[in-house]
Structures are given as structure tokens and as C-alpha cells.
């Protein structure tokens, strides 16, 4: 429906191990940002990227990283796994420059759970 | 203190009745402002800008407050399909990237 695409639908992993969640953005979207959203809250923005470049960052630690390619595909890597990561992954595109106040477009997310 | 604030509810609404909620923000500097839609286990998606002057698209109509920041979203005869979770977002463009999201207002509507 809204041209965003994630991969895999569900995951389960163990404490430790690491992670890498892809998403597909529509064709033309520049920017994308990936979200955290455990459950009964609301998303929590991890980071943005423009044009394959990070361009803001949440409240997250290094060990959640992120790339963006030229072909409006990007990832979400998220190393040494705790039990706290458990949450739907939500990334969103958008078209234009960020920080304009442009309509976000989510993939239907991937939901991680770590054992 | 967080960045955008709701309502959790539920709020428990009967079909057919008109309800409102609101969502603060704490920088006086946010300039853009949203309300998504999000379905149990799906994808937010979005329900409305709001704008200065406020706006209306059919049942749903959204409000800003800068002075109180605040914006509001009122639902007029509501229908057992408006059962969803709102989420308000809040765009703070001095911040680049950034998209505080509320933790949603959750809205069962009763037959």
C-alpha cells in the first residue's frame, strides 16, 4: 500500500547475537528513518538517513547502526542483542529534505523477539 | 519530561458519539504536526496534517494551540472502524531528522 517494503516479517534471535533488518523505500524517497516501538508505546526514532548519509540520531547506542544505498534499500544493523530490542522495527520514507515537515511512509515493520 | 505527550486511554466511546483527545509538546520551536493512524500490529499511517489554521477532513478535525502547545484531534459519529491507536507526531525541524512520536491515545469505539 504505501510502496515500503521490510524484511523478514518476524525474527527471533538470542542475547549476543547480532541482527540486520532491510527495508525498501519508494522509488525517489530520499530519506529514511528507522523507529523502534515496543510494545504500547510509540515509535522511537533511532536514526535518519539523506542521500546514504546519517543525518540525525536518537537516543540509541552504537551498537544500532544503519546504511543507506542508492537504490532506496537500507538497513539496520543491531549488534550484541539484549532482551530489551525486543520491539517492532519500523522504517519510513519520505520524499523530500529532511527536516521539512514531509509525510512519512511506513513499511509494515519487522518484529524482532530476542531469547 | 517527554518530548510529546497523550492521553493514553482507552477512552471508551459508543458508536455514534464524538470524542477528542490532545497531544502537548514541549519545544516552543516544532513546526510541523501529525496525527497517524495505527492498527493493532500494523504500520502507523498518517490520518491528517494539522495546520496553523487548523483542518478538517470529513468526521476528523485537528486543531494547533501554539500558545498552550497543544494539538487536538476531534472525531465526529464515530465508527466501530475508528477503533485504532492515534499517535501524534511532532516535527522539529532545528533537529535534523528527528520525529518525536506521543505513545498514542487508544480509542476502542462500542457498538
Known amino acids: 500500500e504505501t510502496g515500503v517494503t521490510q524484511s523478514p516479517t518476524h525474527l527471533i534471535k538470542t542475547r549476543g547475537q547480532q541482527v540486520t533488518l532491510r527495508c525498501s523505500s519508494q522509488?525517489?524517497?530520499?530519506?529514511v528513518s528507522w523507529y523502534q516501538q515496543a510494545l504500547g508505546q510509540g515509535p522511537q526514532f533511532i536514526f535518519q538517513y539523506y542521500r546514504e548519509e546519517e543525518n540525525g540520531r536518537g537516543n540509541f547506542p552504537p551498537r544500532f547502526s544503519g546504511l543507506q544505498f542508492p537504490n532506496y534499500s537500507s538497513e539496520l544493523n543491531v549488534n550484541a542483542l539484549e532482551l530489551d530490542d525486543s520491539a517492532l522495527y519500523l522504517c519510513?520514507?519520505?520524499?523530500?529534505?529532511?527536516?521539512?515537515?514531509?509525510?512519512?511512509?511506513f513499511g509494515p515493520g519487522t518484529r524482532l523477539t530476542v531469547l | 519530561r517527554k518530548e510529546v505527550e497523550q492521553d493514553p486511554g482507552p477512552f471508551n466511546v459508543p458508536e455514534g458519539a464524538t470524542v477528542a483527545f490532545n497531544c502537548t509538546y514541549s519545544n516552543s520551536a516544532s513546526q510541523f504536526f501529525f496525527w497517524y493512524r495505527q492498527d493493532c500490529r500494523k504500520e502507523p499511517k498518517l490520518l491528517m496534517s494539522v495546520y496553523s489554521s487548523g483542518n478538517e477532513d470529513g468526521r476528523f478535525t485537528a486543531q494547533l494551540n501554539r500558545a498552550s502547545q497543544y494539538i487536538s484531534l476531534l472525531i465526529r459519529d464515530s465508527k466501530l472502524s475508528d477503533s485504532a491507536t492515534y499517535l501524534c507526531v511532532v516535527n522539529i525541524n532545528t533537529d535534523a531528522g528527528k520525529s518525536p512520536f506521543g505513545d498514542g491515545t487508544t480509542l476502542p469505539v462500542k457498538p
Open positions: 519510513a520514507s519520505s520524499l523530500g529534505t529532511p527536516g521539512f515537515g514531509d509525510t512519512q511512509y
Open positions: 522509488s525517489g524517497h530520499n530519506t
